[in-house]
DNA sequence: ATGAAAGCGCTAACAC
DNA sequence: GTGTTAGCGCTTTCAT
C-alpha cells in the first residue's frame, strides 16, 4: 500500500512512480496515466509523514488562537484557512484554551514538534521564552491583530480606530462618551484591549474632552459583558450618564444596546452606540461601528507566510483597512 | 540536531536517547536527566514526521467541520481541542467552506494523506464515494451533531429536541404555531436541519394540530435569516399570525424575537419564541430554549476516537443531552 | 540499562 | 524519460 507496491506492479521504479504521482513534467503523460489509475485501484495513500521526512517540508502551517470562541479569531481562522486550502496545506490549530488552558505545554511540546511549516499567531503577544522557543524551530511567522515585537503583522491600527470612532462621535456634538472595553484575558497577553482603550483616552484628550474614570468600563469583550457594563453605565441619573458610548467590540456594543432599551432609553435618541469589528449581527440591527475585516487579514498572513515559505522573501505587509459604516445607533446628543 | 547530536554529546546511543526523551522505565534516571539537559542545551526540537514515520502513529486527528463560522461547529471544536490537548494529539482542521468551498478536494487529497490518526466529522453526511474514500483509511471516526449511516455518532436526537419544543408550546396552550429552520445548505449535505423540521411536524400532527405550510420558514440557520423570516410571519394580520415561532437554532430565534420588536409585537404576549442550542446570546435575552452541550459532545467525539486508537475499542456513545430551558420568551397565547 | 542495526515511505541527487 | 542509490530522523527488535 506504499510507493513501492505500485512500482512493482507497474512495473517502474519508485522514483518514476514519486515523480508521476506529482505530476512532474519530467514524466511521459502516459506514465503519468498509468500510475495515477494503478494508485487509485491500490487505494494509495500518500503517507505525509513520509514525505515530510524525505523534504523538511510537511505542507502544514500552525495557527495558534488565545481562546477559539470569538468573533474575530473565527473569521480569521477562516480567512487563514482558505488560503491554505488554495495552496495546497492543512492546518493545524493550538487553541491555547484561554485562561484554563496550559500555555506552556501549547507552546513547547505540541507546536515545536516540526509539524507544520510555519505559523500565524491570532492576537497574541509573546514573551521573551516563548519568542525564544518559537524562533528555535526558525519558522516564518506573522501575527494577526495585536502589535508583535519582532515579528511582522497584519491587523488594523486600533489606536487609529479608536480615534476614527471618537471623531465620528466627537463630530455628531458628543462631549460625555465612555468606554466599554476589555482586559487582558487572564494570562492571554493580548494587547489590543489596551491599545483601544490608550487610542479612546487619546483621541478624547486630543478634542480637548474630559476621560472620566467611572466611564471606562469593562465589558470583558462579550456580549454579556456589554450587558452588564450598559446596565452600570444606565443605572445613574439622567444628568449623569454619558450621551454615547463606545464599545471595542460590536459584541459588546450590542450588549450596551440591550442595556440602554431595559434602562428605557432610546438609541440613538438618548444615547448613541458604536461598536468595532463589523459584526453580522451589528449589521441586522443598524449598529454604527469601525469594521474591519478579519477574513482578509487571515488571508493575507497566510499569503505571507506561504511567500516566506516559497521564495524566503519577508516583506513588509499591507496595512489592514477600518472604516467607518455609520448606521442608525449614533446620533446628535439629546439636548 | 537531531537525536544523533544528543546521542553524540552524551556518549549515549540513539537508541537510549530516543528511550530517554519519552521517559521509557528501562532508562536510568540519571541518564534521563542527562539527556533532557543536553537536549535543552542543544534546543532540540523532535520531528514529528520521523516518529510517525518510524510508529505509523501522528499523534494528531482531523476534524472535519462544513463551515467554520456557527456557533455550534466552534462550541464543539473547542470540546475535541480540549480533549485531544489533554491527551497530546494535535487538531487539524479540514474547513470544507460551505457551498463556495471544494469539498472533494478536501476529502480525497489533504485528509487522506495519513496526516491523522482519525476523524471527527461535524455534522456531514458523507455520500457513497466519501464513506469508501476515508473507510481506505481504517481510521476511527465518528461524527458529531446528525445521524451517519454506518458510522458512531454523537448528538442529540434532533426529533425528539423538536418534540420537547413543541410539547412545552403546546403544554402552554399554543395551537398555531410557525416552524422556522433551514435547508440543507449546499452541497453541504446536513442533516439537521431536515431532521428537526420532521420532527416540528410529527410533534404537532401527534397533538392533534395543523402544520401551515406557509408557517414552515427558512432561516437559513442565522440571524439575518432569522429577522427576515419573522418578518414574512409577522407582516400579516394579527389573526392570520402565529402564536408563538419555534426556531431550529437560536441564532434564528434570537432574529425572530427582533423581527417581532420591529413589528411591534411583545414576547411572549403577542408571541412566543422558543430556540435550540443554549447560546450564550439566548441566555442574556432570556430566550426560553432547547439546550444542548455541544462542547461536551465535543469532548465525547474525541474521547471516543482516542479510545478507539488506543485500546480498539469502538463501544456505543453515550446519548448527548438536551433539555427544556424555559425563561421568558415563551408563555401562555394571547386570548 | 544500553547498543547495533534494520526499517518506516518517501524524495532527491546523480547516472543512464 | 527512467532507474539507482542514499538518506530524512526517528523507533524498535534483538543482542548484550
Same sequence: chains 1, 2.
Avoid at 503519468?32 to 517540508?57: F, N
Avoid at 491583530?145 to 487609529?160: C, E, I, K, M
Avoid at 460590536?250 to 461598536?275: I, Q
Wanted: glycine content about 12%; some cysteine.
Amino acid at each position: 500500500m506504499g510507493i513501492q507496491e505500485i512500482a512493482t506492479v507497474t512495473g517502474l521504479s519508485k522514483s518514476t512512480v514519486s515523480r508521476a504521482l506529482r505530476g512532474m513534467s519530467s514524466v511521459a503523460d502516459t506514465t503519468i496515466d498509468q500510475v495515477r489509475r494503478v494508485a487509485d485501484e491500490l487505494g494509495y495513500v500518500p503517507s505525509s509523514a513520509a514525505a515530510g521526512l524525505a523534504t523538511g517540508r510537511q505542507r502544514a502551517v500552525g495557527v495558534v488562537v488565545p481562546v477559539i470562541d470569538r468573533w474575530f479569531y473565527v473569521q480569521a481562522l477562516g480567512g487563514v484557512d482558505a488560503e491554505l486550502r488554495r495552496a495546497g496545506y492543512d492546518l493545524v490549530l493550538y487553541n491555547l484554551g484561554g485562561p484554563g488552558g496550559d500555555r506552556d505545554r501549547a507552546f513547547r511540546r505540541s507546536m515545536l514538534r516540526h509539524r507544520v511549516d510555519a505559523l500565524v499567531l491570532l492576537s497574541l503577544v509573546l514573551d521573551e521564552t516563548e519568542r525564544a522557543e518559537l524562533e528555535l524551530t526558525r519558522h516564518p511567522m506573522v501575527v494577526i491583530g495585536g502589535p508583535a515585537p519582532g515579528l511582522r503583522n497584519v491587523g488594523v491600527d486600533d489606536v487609529v480606530v479608536a480615534a476614527i470612532a471618537v471623531d465620528h462621535l466627537c463630530g455628531l456634538g458628543h462631549r460625555e462618551v465612555a468606554y466599554v472595553g476589555g482586559q487582558d484575558e487572564a494570562g492571554m497577553n493580548v494587547a489590543v484591549p489596551w491599545l483601544r482603550r490608550d487610542g479612546f483616552v487619546d483621541a478624547m484628550v486630543a478634542h480637548g474632552l474630559a476621560v472620566r474614570e467611572d466611564w471606562i468600563l469593562d465589558g470583558r469583550f462579550s456580549f454579556a459583558g456589554g450587558v452588564d457594563a450598559g446596565a452600570a453605565l444606565f443605572a445613574t441619573a439622567p444628568a449623569s450618564r454619558p450621551t454615547a458610548v463606545f464599545c471595542a467590540s460590536d459584541e459588546m456594543a450590542l450588549g450596551v444596546m440591550l442595556a440602554a432599551r431595559r434602562a428605557g432609553l432610546s438609541v440613538p435618541g438618548d444615547v448613541s452606540v458604536l461598536g468595532i469589528d463589523g459584526h453580522e449581527y451589528g449589521e441586522v440591527v443598524g449598529l454604527t461601528t469601525v469594521a474591519q475585516d478579519p477574513v482578509a487579514q487571515g488571508r493575507t498572513a497566510a499569503r505571507a507566510v506561504l511567500a516566506e515559505l516559497d521564495e524566503g522573501v519577508a516583506g513588509p505587509l499591507p496595512a489592514a483597512p477600518a472604516h467607518l459604516v455609520v448606521r442608525s445607533t449614533t446620533g446628535v446628543p439629546r439636548a
